[in-house]
């Protein structure tokens, strides 16, 4: 932890804004998995197949990532509700350290997920 510190508004915000991009990316990888079925089913070719299962395999590597930042915020605001329970007249003057380790986890979850869905669209253009 660095010494960043936030309101509690401002660390909820940023929660509740990281869900949002995790549960959409979410609803990409379901729908990407849908076209490589489609891909899978209309080429029989062994190279392709092979390339549809690393996707797949990334795919369910990405879903597992994803569940585990949702739920370490979960977790953290399960935490920040705890604080704002316990002292409710003074939890929006009250200062927490920002989570660091879950804004770089999530940037690079981000960029390695942004350079598969580059890669996966290269892919499925090319076999659709």
């Known amino acids: 932890m660095s010494n960043n510190k936030k309101h509690i508004d401002e660390l909820h915000f940023e929660h509740k804004t990281l869900r ?6 979410k609803d990409e990888l379901r729908s990407y998995q849908i076209r490589l079925e489609e891909i ?13 299962e690393q996707f797949q395999n990334k795919f369910i590597r990405q879903n597992e990532v994803i569940d585990e930042l949702l739920h370490e915020i979960n977790v ?10 316990n002292n409710p ?17 999530a940037r690079v979850f ?9 890669s996966y669209y290269d892919f499925s253009s090319k076999w659709m």
């Open 89 to 105: 007249n003074a939890i929006h003057r009250q200062l927490f350290e920002a989570h660091d380790t879950l804004e770089n986890e």
């Open 40 to 52: 899978a089913s209309k080429n029989t070719n062994n190279e392709i197949l092979a390339h549809v």
């Open 76 to 85: 953290r605001e399960d935490s920040l509700a705890e604080a704002a329970k």
């Open 20 to 25: 949002n991009q995790l549960n959409f990316s």
């Open 110 to 118: 981000l960029t390695i997920y942004n350079d598969l869905k580059k």
